[in-house]
């Protein structure tokens, strides 16, 4: 079973400029979550679908932020446009539905440095 | 607001040498306790899930417990493979899937 897929695996952009990552998870993975690690600290939630629905967005930071997922399989999170403070490890993990709903599975993350 | 601490926050131990780290948590309705793994540039390696305290959880070299207020993660005879990151994460509240992490613990085995 393929894991969870991210890409790219670093990004490298100037403020003010704009970065689309995007993530595949587990296919039949229902549950499709992003986090982010910023230098220093801890991994912190950023929203949640279910399939193609947002279901939770209460970590986004601001509306700078735009994540979609298209069809309810892969998904994409924008940052547009993007500042210093957004520099970090974005995570892209998933889940079932049912049973063990809550064990996340993680992908390698996209590096993210904003200049 | 739940939170995660993980201690201590870098372990060294020589090969063989057994110890345990621990992770305390305060949440509003525990609905599982999970460790991770993480190996440098790589995404959280998902070990263990705990729901509920007295429960034990065993891998390899590896066994999770967990009590009311922490769980442990119990390394015996560690091997060089085993240094990495160990991070706890705990999951609350209906409604919301989403998990609290800790800062990590920082593992290295000395051969």
């Known amino acids: 079973e393929a894991g969870v897929t991210q890409f790219p695996s670093h990004s490298v952009i100037e403020k003010g400029q704009t970065v689309t990552l995007r993530c595949d998870p587990i296919?039949?993975?229902?549950?499709l979550y992003w986090y982010r690690r910023v230098m220093g600290k801890e991994i912190k939630f950023l929203l949640h679908?279910?399939?193609?629905?947002?279901?939770?967005e209460s970590g986004m930071p601001n509306n700078r932020f735009l994540a979609e997922r298209t069809g309810g399989t892969y998904s994409t999170l924008k940052v547009q446009p993007a500042e210093l403070e957004d520099s970090g490890v974005y995570f892209c993990?998933?889940?079932?539905?049912?049973?063990?709903?809550?064990?996340?599975?993680f992908g390698p993350g996209t590096r993210l440095t904003v200049l | 607001e739940d939170q995660v601490t993980q201690s201590p926050e870098a372990l060294r131990l020589q090969e063989g040498e057994s110890s345990s780290l621990n992770c305390s948590y305060t949440?509003?309705?525990?609905?599982?306790l999970f460790w991770y793994r993480q190996d440098p540039g790589k995404g959280p390696e998902f070990l263990f899930t705990?729901?509920?305290a007295g429960e034990e959880k065993e891998k390899e070299r590896l066994k999770a417990t967990l009590t009311k207020k922490e769980s442990f993660l119990h390394i015996t005879a560690p091997k060089p493979e085993d240094s990495a990151t160990y991070l706890c994460?705990?999951?609350?509240?209906?409604?919301?899937?989403?998990?609290?992490f800790g800062k990590g613990t920082k593992l290295s085995v000395i051969p």
């Open positions: 705990l729901y509920s």
């Open positions: 994460a705990v999951h609350s509240g209906a409604g919301s899937y989403q998990l609290t």
């Open positions: 949440v509003s309705g525990l609905r599982g």
């Open positions: 296919s039949g993975h229902d549950n």
């Open positions: 993990a998933s889940s079932r539905q049912g049973g063990s709903y809550n064990e996340q599975f």
């Open positions: 679908f279910v399939k193609e629905s947002k279901q939770d």
